[in-house]
């Protein structure tokens, strides 16, 4: 691993020549990071990292080359987002079997929905509504809020504030995608047979947002929000 930070002139975060006390250093960099990772149950932050290796290290460089160690085994160290978590490597993962039962699938409504949200976001009640052609039941999302994957992004700034959704971190994390950009476009959903042939020739599939940072037209969900969603009752304790 020092060897290839050595040739990619990847180091801890300057431009000094390597010695054997860099190299003990990278080598110790690499070790805390990898222990780091593998302690924790949730994917695990580049800034939490930062905080916790030696002072200057280039995060980003360090996990990629941790990374690509990992690559040919069967545990992969797999990037969601700016999180780092390790991962069965998706060519043996059907191996793994869990005695518990599988979760219940996901209605298409939900499906829907959940494609909508993703291509779309962020996106509101209403706009989802008009993709589908068809009411969408407070039920349907709260599945799909229950599994962990969309959540409530901000207010749109609009007439009656409507709530806008988005995906979370457990979204990419479930479908093995490290950001929204990962997202299969309009070729990969044909080969994949889920587009029709004969869709309108002017169909194009959203790009959606990238990151986390509300829009323009978007303001942040306050404490009265989350109280007026459910999420917290009167006085700002969480709704059991």
């Known amino acids: 691993m020092v060897e290839a930070l050595q040739e990619e002139r990847l180091d801890l975060g300057d431009d000094e020549e390597f010695t054997p006390e860099r190299d003990r250093a990278v080598r110790e960099a690499l070790r805390i990071a990898e222990a780091l990772v593998f302690a924790s149950a949730e994917p695990v932050a580049e800034k939490f990292l930062a905080d916790r290796l030696p002072r200057g290290t280039n995060v980003t460089t360090l996990m990629q080359t941790l990374k690509v160690e990992y690559s040919g085994r069967g545990v992969n160290l797999v990037q969601i987002g700016d999180h780092w978590a390790f991962r069965t490597a998706a060519d043996i993962s059907f191996v793994i079997r869990k005695e518990e039962s599988e979760a219940k699938k996901l209605s298409r409504a939900a499906l829907e929905v959940l494609a909508i949200i993703a291509y779309h976001q962020p996106v509101t009640r209403a706009e989802i509504e008009e993709i589908r052609g068809v009411q969408t039941s407070k039920g349907t999302l709260d599945v799909l809020m229950e599994a962990g994957w969309v ?5 749109r700034r609009s007439p009656g504030r409507p709530v806008t959704l988005g995906t979370t971190r457990d979204f990419l994390d479930h479908f093995g995608l490290e950001e929204l950009r990962d997202l299969p476009g309009l070729e990969e959903l044909k080969g994949a047979g889920l ?3 004969r869709i309108p020739a002017n169909f194009n599939i959203a790009i ?7 829009t323009e037209d978007e303001d942040p969900i306050t404490q009265l929000d989350l109280e007026e969603l459910g999420l917290l009752t009167p006085g ?5």
């Open 236 to 240: 700002g304790e969480p709704d059991d």
């Open 195 to 197: 587009l029709s042939g």
């Open 151 to 155: 959540r409530f992004r901000g207010r």
């Open 208 to 214: 959606p947002a990238i990151g986390d940072d509300l």
